[in-house]
């Protein structure tokens, strides 16, 4: 078991954290000192390299391949992780799939795909996990998106998915308050990431700010939600005001 390096260090288990998003999560988490468990589905060489860059920095991490929409990799990750660390502070529900579907194509194993692998799979490791946060306290985080409200560039599947996402989330803050644990959701738009890449977004200039924003920009948002008891139930919306509350 390697354990915890400080009382602020915090055992952070990212779902997808191959690349992109989850990627730059897990770098910024174990610059500051937390311990990171990086999941993903496909051995690869970025991978390897990405654990060794994170083992580098302040914190540890360890990788752990696993398919998060299936139950019994999902408890084996789980497993894993306390095994290693001795327990779980925070899980960022990152996995997920978008891939531009016209409404006139969209299909019924799209749509079942698409759910299944953005809010299935966050069910999945939220119900596993949550259990083991009741005696200190612990963080949910969903990774949702502007398509939850406004409908996205990706497909009617992917909006439904985050949209199931949030709602999700709001179950979760609302049922485990007695045990000190908080769900919130984090709701990106246009990220530099291969899914952004997908859609046409028009000219950069015309964007908000003028640019995509950059995936390690999320991380002030993680981090104020892994640090405030006091946040719960919320989605924060870190979009250049793409989508204004």
Not at 119 to 129: G, I, K, P, Y
Not at 181 to 190: E, Q, S
Request: hydrophobic letters at 45%; a negative charge; one cysteine or more.
């Amino acid at each position: 078991m390697t354990y915890i390096k400080s009382e602020n260090s915090k055992v952070i288990l990212i779902t997808g954290a191959s690349r992109g998003i989850g990627s730059a999560l897990a770098v910024a988490a174990a610059a500051e000192g937390h311990n990171v468990v990086v999941n993903y589905r496909s051995e690869s060489i970025e991978i390897q390299q990405l654990i060794s860059d994170l083992n580098g920095r302040a914190g540890s991490a360890i990788g752990i391949r696993a398919d998060v929409g299936l139950p019994e990799d999902v408890q084996r990750l789980i497993d894993e992780t306390r095994a290693h660390f001795g327990r779980i502070d925070c899980v960022i529900n990152n996995a997920g799939l978008g891939e531009v579907c016209p409404i006139d194509r969209l299909d019924l194993a799209f749509f079942q795909e698409t759910l299944h692998a953005n809010l299935t799979s966050a069910f999945l490791v939220s119900q596993a996990a949550w259990p083991h946060m009741t005696q200190y306290g612990g963080r949910l985080i969903f990774m949702s998106s502007a398509a939850a409200r406004t409908g996205g560039g990706l497909s009617a599947a992917y909006a439904a998915s985050k949209g199931g996402i949030e709602g999700l989330m709001h179950a979760y803050a609302s049922a485990l308050r007695p045990h000190r644990i908080t769900a919130n959701a984090i709701a990106p738009a246009l990220i530099e990431s291969r899914m952004a890449n997908k859609i046409d977004a028009g000219p950069i200039e015309d964007l908000p700010m003028g640019r995509m924003g950059r995936p390690d920009e999320l991380w002030p948002a993680t981090r104020m939600i892994i640090e405030t008891e006091y946040l719960t139930g919320q989605t924060i919306h870190v979009d250049a005001g793409r989508y204004m509350t």
